[in-house]
């Protein structure tokens, strides 16, 4: 396998930033936004508390309390900045790394790790947070968010649907199905591509030779690329493109270039495929930072409130760890509940099957 060690050291071409990486405001013609200093520090605090709860979550499956946990560390700002420029109305599908967009959709983050302790399924409810359930089945979302935003359409409702997925992903049959879907019924979606460099070990290499962004060209619809480690600007195009899928114009593809900083999941040694210098330059990007030296600079906010946004973090990571180890282990009966909405003959069966042979162990 070839490694590209530059990938990432330079900023390519037609991306959309407007907070560098050193904190600094820039001008975009297409894109600006204007936040008062009180939105910019509580993107600041999300940003900080999805990180922690990521790190808690890293930490706990490292003591054995979780099977499996996919870190989104390096990318809270590309899932905050489009989380937060969603309304209630509007309909997010994940894949297996949202947190952050669960954060912005008020799913407690508790009810996050369910699924990677191997306590229920995925434990929310998608109507009531307009947030579906992880998708693990790479791609397979894309056409769940295409068919929901069609029927929105249908309904005229003034709602958007965003989807996410990874640059891996954009290899799959279904999301380039379900581009041509969105494309000939003009469906008012978002297709939020995570670039995070990375299929696990495999690299954005194997997976194109043009940017991500360009594909959708071809589809017959707009593509653009936002500095996906820029929460400012991941925030101003995935509004406008919201807007745009609400308005009857269709969807959008961003690519929101970004890294993964941590391993793939828990299971992954990155060591093993990707060379240390592309993290270290990545490190140099990072998200949070960015905020917190415009910040600063701007004399948004004093230490107090970096201080006081840390020690909510510390309170959150203790609280969640404390209700993460408070979850009860489902019956062993409870794998056949949820199987279908209704009653099902064949179920109800191997359900009675089950139980009669863990009675064998009463005797
Ligand atoms: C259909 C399918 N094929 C293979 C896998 C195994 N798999 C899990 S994650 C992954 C890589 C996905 O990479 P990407 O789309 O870039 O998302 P990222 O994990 O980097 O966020 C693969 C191949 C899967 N879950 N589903
Ligand atoms: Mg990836």
Same mark, same amino acid.
């Given at each position: 396998m070839?490694i590209?060690?530059?990938?990432?050291?330079?900023?390519?071409?037609?991306?959309?930033?407007?907070?560098?990486?050193?904190?600094?405001?820039?001008?975009?013609?297409?894109?600006?936004?204007?936040?008062?200093?009180?939105?910019?520090?509580?993107?600041?605090?999300?940003?900080?508390?999805?990180?922690?709860?990521?790190?808690?979550?890293?930490?706990?499956?490292?003591?054995?309390?979780?099977?499996?946990?996919?870190?989104?560390?390096?990318?809270?700002?590309?899932?905050?900045?489009?989380?937060?420029?969603?309304?209630?109305?509007?309909?997010?599908?994940?894949?297996?790394?949202?947190?952050?967009?669960?954060?912005?959709?008020?799913?407690?983050?508790?009810?996050?790790?369910?699924?990677?302790?191997?306590?229920?399924?995925?434990?929310?409810?998608?109507?009531?947070?307009?947030?579906?359930?992880?998708?693990?089945?790479?791609?397979?979302?894309?056409?769940?968010?295409?068919?929901?935003?069609?029927?929105?359409?249908?309904?005229?409702?003034?709602?958007?649907?965003?989807?996410?997925?990874?640059?891996?992903?954009?290899?799959?049959?279904?999301?380039?199905?379900?581009?041509?879907?969105?494309?000939?019924?003009?469906?008012?979606?978002?297709?939020?591509?995570?670039?995070?460099?990375w299929?696990i070990s495999e690299p954005?290499?194997?997976?194109?030779?043009?940017?991500?962004?360009?594909?959708?060209?071809?589809?017959?619809?707009?593509?653009?690329?936002?500095?996906?480690?820029?929460?400012?600007?991941?925030?101003?195009?995935?509004?406008?493109?919201?807007?745009?899928?609400?308005?009857?114009?269709?969807?959008?593809?961003?690519?929101?270039?970004?890294?993964?900083?941590?391993a793939h999941?828990?299971t992954d040694d990155p060591t093993r495929y990707r060379v240390a210098?592309?993290?270290?330059?990545?490190?140099?990007?990072?998200?949070?930072?960015?905020?917190?030296?415009?910040?600063?600079?701007?004399?948004?906010?004093?230490? /107090?409130? #970096? *201080?006081? @946004?840390?020690? &909510?973090?510390?309170? +959150?990571?203790?609280?969640? %760890?404390?209700?993460?180890? =408070?979850?009860?282990?489902?019956?062993?009966? /409870?794998? #056949? *509940?949820? @199987?279908?909405? &209704?009653?099902?003959? +064949?179920?109800?069966?191997? %359900?009675?099957?089950?139980? =009669?042979?863990?009675?064998?162990?009463?005797?």
């Amino acid at each position: 396998m070839t490694i590209d060690a530059s990938r990432g050291a330079e900023a390519p071409p037609d991306l959309v930033q407007l907070l560098t990486p050193e904190g600094e405001r820039v001008e975009h013609p297409d894109y600006d936004i204007d936040l008062t200093p009180e939105e910019v520090r509580s993107l600041y605090r999300d940003l900080v508390l999805v990180r922690r709860i990521d790190l808690e979550a890293v930490a706990l499956q490292r003591q054995g309390e979780l099977g499996i946990w996919a870190s989104l560390l390096g990318q809270e700002a590309a899932q905050i900045g489009s989380g937060r420029a969603l309304t209630d109305a509007d309909m997010a599908f994940p894949t297996y790394r949202e947190h952050g967009v669960a954060w912005c959709r008020d799913v407690d983050p508790v009810k996050l790790l369910g699924l990677f302790r191997g306590v229920n399924h995925g434990g929310w409810d998608p109507k009531e947070h307009n947030f579906h359930l992880y998708t693990i089945v790479i791609g397979s979302q894309t056409l769940h968010a295409v068919g929901y935003a069609m029927g929105i359409q249908r309904d005229d409702a003034n709602a958007a649907t965003i989807v996410y997925f990874g640059d891996g992903a954009t290899s799959q049959g279904d999301v380039n199905e379900s581009f041509i879907w969105a494309s000939v019924f003009n469906a008012p979606i978002v297709f939020f591509c995570q670039n995070n460099q990375w299929a696990i070990s495999e690299p954005l290499e194997k997976q194109t030779r043009i940017p991500l962004y360009r594909r959708a060209s071809g589809f017959g619809f707009p593509g653009i690329r936002v500095d996906g480690n820029d929460v400012f600007a991941c925030l101003a195009v995935t509004r406008k493109a919201l807007e745009a899928a609400r308005t009857g114009q269709g969807p959008t593809l961003v690519e929101a270039f970004t890294y993964r900083m941590g391993a793939h999941t828990t299971t992954d040694d990155p060591t093993r495929y990707r060379v240390a210098s592309e993290l270290e330059a990545w490190k140099l990007k990072d998200p949070i930072e960015r905020v917190k030296a415009y910040l600063f600079k701007n004399e948004h906010a004093d230490q /107090a409130f #970096f *201080d006081s @946004v840390a020690a &909510e973090a510390d309170q +959150l990571g203790a609280d969640l %760890r404390r209700r993460c180890l =408070a979850m009860p282990d489902p019956g062993p009966l /409870a794998i #056949f *509940d949820h @199987v279908y909405s &209704e009653p099902h003959a +064949l179920m109800e069966q191997e %359900r009675a099957q089950f139980a =009669a042979y863990l009675e064998g162990f009463r005797a």
